[in-house]
């Protein structure tokens, strides 16, 4: 690290926010010896909503070190994912039927803990953290970014990089900056939530760690166990339902039309003192790097939280990016680091937004039922939300998923990118004679 002047200094990379997605693409860029300044606005803990993983994510927390610490310090394991339609109607998604070598198991994560075990990671790997440090401009020389103006226990700092990594979340620095950002305009829904505390697991219906969810015509509903006695409880309902009323009384009507979720918090107590709403609309950018820039998670793209998936693709997408600078950096040629980056994510959010859009057109939404239908359904239902988005064009699930003209989420074609970069050579395949055998 060169110093500039007095309030500027050089890096390798900077990277812009220390949620999941920035904190592990520091950590992967440090671990290999590149120095990095990660900037974030506010100071850890933090509440942030998304507590439910996939199975997949697993695998990462193993690579970058910190599984052991997720299971010493109690994170309850989430073994699948309880269904329930308000027709009555019960289903379950179970980790265990997961191809042999694959984790079968999830975590519910409380993220205010979660995030700041990531960002320990990275500081421990070597980045420079400054919390309370906001990211108020970007540098530019010409079309390239060369740099960031942040502010720092009230002064001005500029610093400077070849690489910044915007990984702001929400705020998406760089998107907005070149105007990136579509919204989407057919997913617009808001979550209204709260925590539960003194939550009886004798009221549990499901298996205990199981994510429950449950659907009625007009919006779905998640329980998330956190502890053994705290849960997550979410409702999500379109825009226009939720100018019908006060956030609490949609939310206890959506409650009192899934009686099993109801039941699960008889006699537990709210911990926050107003229910909290979010946003819940879609995002996208068109491009995910350019000159001196990469985006990622939700600084670049942002789905509906259904297969709670955001983590797990903002940790991947945090990855590849420290990976292609690191590939840069050893010679690769700029311009195709940036297009395979590119093509990597849009294949994986836009198989990902596929699902999304599977689950909102299915009858009552089950897309349990849609799938099962197919040879195999289940099994590679079950891979693809689990993780496998890059899956080969004979995956079923897959294949329909992509055959669907109307869900494209790219305007600009791309390559598609085929091989999970969790599990490469694991899985289930069609020319499985297994592959049928559980459905
Ligand atoms: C209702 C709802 C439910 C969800 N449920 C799930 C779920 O169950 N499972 C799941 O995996 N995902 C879920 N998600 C999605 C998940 O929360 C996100 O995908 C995930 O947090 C993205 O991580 P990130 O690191 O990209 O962004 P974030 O976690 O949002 O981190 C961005 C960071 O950037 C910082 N920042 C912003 N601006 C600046 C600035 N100018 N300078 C410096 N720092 C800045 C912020 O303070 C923040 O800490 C849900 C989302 C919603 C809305």
Known sequence: MQKLSKNTEKFDAIVIGSGPAGATSAYTLASQGYSVLLLEKVE?????????MVPYIVEIFEKIGILDRLESEGF????GVDISLSSGELGRANFADLAAGQKPYAFNLERCRFDKILL??????????????????????????????????????????????????RAGIVAKHFKLRKMNPKLRNVAIFQQFDNASEEN??????????????????????????????????PQTTFK??????????????????????????????????????CYHSERFAGLGYFLVGDAACF?????????????LSGMKAAEAIADIFQGKDEQKAFIDYENFCKTGYDSYYRLIYAFYSCENYNV????????????????????????????????????????????????????CPVYPNAGYKVADEAADSLC
């Open 120 to 169: 320990e990671n990275a500081e421990e790997a070597g980045v420079r953290l400054l919390q309370r440090a906001e990211v108020k401009d970007l540098i530019l020389d010409g079309d390239r970014i060369v740099g960031v103006e942040y502010k720092y226990q009230q002064q001005n700092y500029q610093a400077m990089s070849p690489f910044v990594i915007d990984a702001s979340g």
């Open 204 to 237: 549990n219906p499901a298996i205990e760690g199981d994510l429950i969810v449950g659907f009625h015509p007009d919006g779905w509903m998640w329980q998330i166990p956190l502890d053994d006695k705290t849960i997550s409880v979410g409702a999500v309902v």
């Open 303 to 315: 789905v509906d939280p259904q297969f709670s998936g955001g983590v797990y693709l903002g940790m």
């Open 44 to 52: 850890f803990p933090r509440f942030h909503i998304g507590e439910s």
């Open 368 to 419: 349990l039922k849609l799938f099962q239908s197919f040879p195999g359904g289940y099994k590679f239902m079950l891979q693809t939300m689990c993780g496998d988005l890059w899956g080969e064009p004979d995956q079923p699930v897959l294949s329909y998923l992509r055959s669907q003209e109307q869900w494209a989420t790219f305007e600009e074609p791309f390559e598609t990118v085929y091989g």
């Open 244 to 281: 019908t009323g006060s956030p609490q009384e949609i939310f206890d009507a959506h409650l009192s039309r899934l009686p099993r979720l109801k039941a699960r918090v008889q006699g537990a107590t709210p911990v926050f003192e107003k229910l909290k709403t979010e946003l819940d609309f």
């Open 76 to 79: 309850v394991r989430k073994l």
